[in-house]
């Protein structure tokens, strides 16, 4: 993860989880599966603490690949990735959405689609 250059703000840290693999969402107190308790940095000092946290969970083996992503807020507040990739990732096996986050918190999906 550089600090190099932030993504457009707002952001959130998305990483995986090093025992599972599963995508994992920093919420300010630890890591969730859920986006929608992601923690949102408005502002370049927030984008820099959500980075630090992402640098020092991997430096504790607790995740793999941490960085910032930058999001829009879905109509039910849900941070939403702009691009395909985290998109992709925020919402798990597209083609059965029996399985993954779609099954496990419904509406996700739906609010993910609707960003404002």
């Given at each position: ?7 457009p703000?707002p952001?959130?840290?998305?990483a ?7 995508t994992v969402?920093?919420?300010g107190?630890?890591?969730t599966r ?14 820099l603490g959500l ?7 991997m430096?504790l ?8 992503v930058?999001?829009v ?6 941070p939403v990735?702009r691009h ?5 990732r ?11 986050k ?6 996700l999906?739906a ?6």
């Amino acid at each position: 993860m550089s600090s190099a250059k932030l993504p457009p703000l707002p952001a959130i840290l998305i990483a995986n989880d090093l025992l599972t693999g599963d995508t994992v969402f920093y919420s300010g107190q630890g890591w969730t599966r859920h986006p929608g308790e992601a923690q949102i940095a408005e502002d370049e000092a927030a984008s820099l603490g959500l980075e630090a946290a992402g640098q020092e969970a991997m430096r504790l083996n607790r995740v793999v690949d941490a960085y910032l992503v930058d999001v829009v807020l879905s109509a039910g507040g849900i941070p939403v990735p702009r691009h395909f990739r985290e998109r992709f990732r925020l919402l798990g096996p597209t083609i059965r959405p029996d399985l993954g986050k779609q099954a496990e918190f419904p509406g996700l999906a739906a609010q993910a689609g609707q960003t404002r």
